[in-house]
């Protein structure tokens, strides 16, 4: 026994939960050290002393089991205890205390939701019931009450509740609480509920997230049962619109292409067989570059609509990105698919183009390819877009089924993704710099740093020639990886704080979980103040994966990294995206500047832009400068910094760095 006591003394001792001891007046006996360090004061002074003066609002008496939340200062600051109180003899009470302040802080969080400016406000509310069971009736909280427009006092039993509670969920409550009743465990459920508005009178609908424990008697019977309802409505909003956002394309509200190869993945495990469609639309960069995005984007939205209509539900139908477009297709054959695609593509020819040119109509190439169990995505995919090759080289505006044929196109990608993988094997990548320039000094900001192929193979490939293939796989994370890594060692080895890069990410790198880690990582070794270390993201790609873009450039942004949207403006409801990234600047779309010297219109639009930035914090660089004239007019709209060839040309990273020396004091200086 000796030693079984040394042993539960020593657990108590070690506990991080608080235990205390005091008489019936609530002066402290004994008490464990957690207990002493939840209240601020040394165990050597805590017996004696009263516990609630010590921690005010503490229970003087058991309370059958109820808990409380209770503030306390001590050292730690502000913190949330959870306390409960029992009695252990007729002149002995048992205290136990529990910081609950990570979870009071999670609560706080998940009830905020951002605005237009981020501002966040604490919407949650709380409330409590005891609810007697033997004799049927329920006793609500005025907060609770309120939560669910009734008055103050409204009487309500078991059945009133579960006529409020929505249909659905009904089912799940009387099972949890059946079985909190059977064994006296705590429980906890999330419900919808609905009531009428006492403003309104129109029924609304609410999601309450509910905790509880259920008190037996001396025989086990079941007497009462406690809780508390949290009113996570607006929580619960947030998080299916974010969990919407994740993987919904926002422009045409179509399922978007992480949604798209999950489904496909599903279809390939559970040994489902069917047929993949990638479509793209025939020359529809002409739309925009003839009519604008504003055009555009209403003919994708209108597109969007026309194909939907065609599909049959399991179908599944998503924007890749751009004007590409897949259909997952359960259970039909190639033959059937085919059809469907013909369907598809007689949508698209005939589908009215207002504002567009007259006698203008838009076409759509389509590739077929079938998938069986045990078949990769990848391989699925890369199928159907080959067999989409075809179809534009045949002429577009066709459908063409996926066959061994095709091999040769296969040989040419996989030859420009060996020279790829060859290229950072072997040092075939080179780093080439793009200055960004103060407009009214001239002075270089910074450089954007673009990657070049320069693995002396013919033919020569631009970026536009293997990034897009890069980025079709997995390959394109090491390459974003080798070109930060490589623009961090040059900072390292050249520590002129007005030596800044901007570095481009890939929608795909944005996937990638560890991405962030990676980045800080390398900061942190190399020693290189953040702020000289910029990533860019387009706006298409951080759409297309707004919440990873949100996730990256919240942890990167809170380290000091500089996130820019790139391409900006170039997307449907550009400002809406805003307030869902928390970037530090801004590049204007080059369509806005292209003609900002001779149409009104972009001068209205781009100083709209700067105003928006200018408001928000953010940083704003005009792209494809490329005339003097452009220069003066983004002056008079107050754009400070822009990029472009007028302003300079990209150049090897190499030939930029040689121009600068070291000067007496080891600080880097151009020698220009």
Request: hydrophobic share 40%.
């Amino acid at each position: 026994m000796t030693s079984n006591s040394a042993l539960y003394r020593e657990v108590l001792d070690r506990a991080n939960v608080g235990f205390g001891v005091t008489d019936p007046r609530g002066t402290l006996r004994w008490a464990n050290p957690a207990l002493a360090g939840l209240l601020g004061v040394a165990l050597e002074h805590v017996v004696g002393r009263s516990l609630p003066a010590l921690l005010p609002g503490t229970p003087e008496r058991p309370r059958s089991g109820l808990t409380l939340l209770t503030p306390s200062t001590c050292d730690q600051g502000h913190r949330w205890l959870e306390v409960s109180c029992r009695r252990i003899s007729p002149d002995e009470l048992l205290y136990q205390m529990v910081d609950v302040s990570a979870w009071r802080d999670r609560e706080l969080e998940a009830t905020h939701e951002a605005d237009a400016l981020r501002r966040a406000q604490v919407l949650g509310r709380m409330g409590t019931w005891e609810w007697h069971i033997l004799e049927d009736r329920i006793v609500w909280s005025d907060t609770l009450l309120e939560m669910w427009s009734m008055p103050k006092g409204t009487q309500m039993d078991f059945q009133g509740y579960t006529e409020l509670v929505h249909p659905e969920d009904l089912p799940m409550i009387q099972a949890v609480l059946q079985e909190a009743m059977r064994t006296g465990s705590g429980f906890n459920f999330t419900h919808r509920m609905t009531h009428p508005d006492l403003d309104s009178g129109e029924v609304v609908e609410r999601v309450f997230e509910c905790f509880g424990e259920v008190v037996h008697d001396e025989h086990g019977v079941p007497v009462r049962a406690l809780g508390t309802a949290h009113d996570i409505t607006t929580a619960r909003r947030v998080h299916d619109e974010l969990l919407l956002m994740a993987e919904q394309d926002p422009l045409t509200g179509l399922s978007n292409r992480r949604a798209i190869t999950r489904e496909l993945e599903r279809q390939l495990a559970t040994g489902g067989d069917g047929t993949l469609l990638l479509l793209d639309l025939d020359n529809f960069k002409d739309v925009n570059d003839l009519r604008g995005h504003a055009v555009g984007d209403r003919l994708m939205r209108s597109l969007a609509v026309a194909l939907r209509s065609r599909l049959e539900e399991p179908q599944l139908i998503g924007r890749l990105g751009g004007d590409e477009f897949a259909v997952v297709l359960p259970g039909l054959t190639g033959a059937q698919a085919e059809a469907v695609a013909h369907r598809l593509r007689d949508a698209v020819s005939s589908l009215p183009l207002v504002g567009v040119a007259p006698n203008s109509r838009i076409t759509v190439s389509t590739g077929v390819a079938s998938y069986t169990a045990g078949d990769a995505w990848e391989l699925v995919l890369a199928n159907a877009d080959l067999a989409l090759y075809a179809s534009k080289a045949a002429g577009r505006n066709r459908v063409t089924v996926y066959e061994p044929g095709h091999y040769a196109d296969t040989v040419k990608r996989v030859s420009v993704m060996d020279r790829l993988r060859t290229a950072l094997d072997t040092g075939g990548f080179a780093l080439h710099a793009m200055p960004m320039v103060q407009l009214v000094s001239g002075k270089v900001l910074g450089h954007e740093i673009l990657l070049r192929l320069e693995d002396g193979q013919e033919p020569y490939l631009g970026p536009a020639e293997f990034l897009p293939e890069a980025e079709r796989s997995n390959l394109v994370h090491d390459i974003d990886r080798w070109v930060l890594s490589r623009a961090i060692d040059t900072l390292v080895q050249h520590p002129d704080p007005e030596l800044r890069f901007n570095v481009n990410v890939s929608g795909r790198t944005l996937e990638d979980e560890d991405f962030a880690g990676f980045v800080l990582d390398r900061l942190a070794v190399a020693g290189v103040a953040p702020g000289r270390l910029g990533l860019e993201i387009t706006e298409t790609a951080a759409v297309t994966n707004l919440d990873a873009a949100r996730s990256l450039a919240l942890k990167l942004r809170g380290f000091g990294c500089r996130i820019t949207l790139d391409d900006f403006g170039s997307g449907f409801g550009s400002f809406v995206h805003l307030k869902h990234l928390p970037i530090t600047g801004i590049k204007i779309d080059g369509e806005f500047v292209r003609g900002i010297d001779e149409h009104s219109t972009d001068a209205v639009l781009v100083s709209g832009i700067v105003e928006i930035a200018r408001g928000l914090g953010l940083s704003a660089v005009a792209e494809w400068v490329e005339r003097p004239t452009q220069v003066e007019a983004l002056i008079r709209l107050g754009v400070r910094v822009g990029q472009g060839f007028h302003l300079g040309k990209p150049r090897p990273l190499a030939e930029v760095l040689a121009e600068r020396t070291v000067g007496p004091n080891g600080a880097l200086k151009s020698s220009r």
